[in-house]
């Protein structure tokens, strides 16, 4: 299993990301996708999930309205969509798949938004 996030930088309040995670290895459409986020000093914490159809997502609720999990499983990538990002959007993000009892995680992209 691999995952690989990009899409990470810096950006002005109120602005917009989109992350991808790149995944192989397993079959993708067969598992749900999370992605979640660490800030320096806190923990990692679930930013939002999604199933392996894309019929049901989740989000957490400090970025209900604002961000938007996707995927597509031609391609074997989850997305990100994150706008109207603010300070406390800054960390790195990582996307998650648990797969046949154990849970991988990519390298992680980092995002700072700072004015």
């Known amino acids: 299993v691999r995952l690989v996030e990009s899409g990470g930088g810096l950006v002005q309040p109120g602005g917009s990301l989109r992350l991808s995670c790149a995944a192989s290895g397993f079959t993708f459409s067969w598992y749900a996708m999370r992605w979640y986020r660490q800030a320096p000093g806190k923990e990692r914490e679930l930013v939002a999930d999604i199933t392996g159809a894309g019929g049901t997502t989740n989000y957490a609720d400090f970025v209900k309205g604002r961000f938007t999990i996707s995927r597509d499983n031609a391609k074997n990538t989850v997305y990100l969509q994150m706008n109207s990002l603010e300070f406390e959007d800054t960390a790195v993000y990582y996307c998650?798949?648990?797969?046949?009892?154990?849970?991988?995680w990519g390298q992680g992209t980092q995002v700072t938004v700072s004015s």
């Open positions: 998650n798949v648990f797969h046949l009892g154990n849970s991988y």
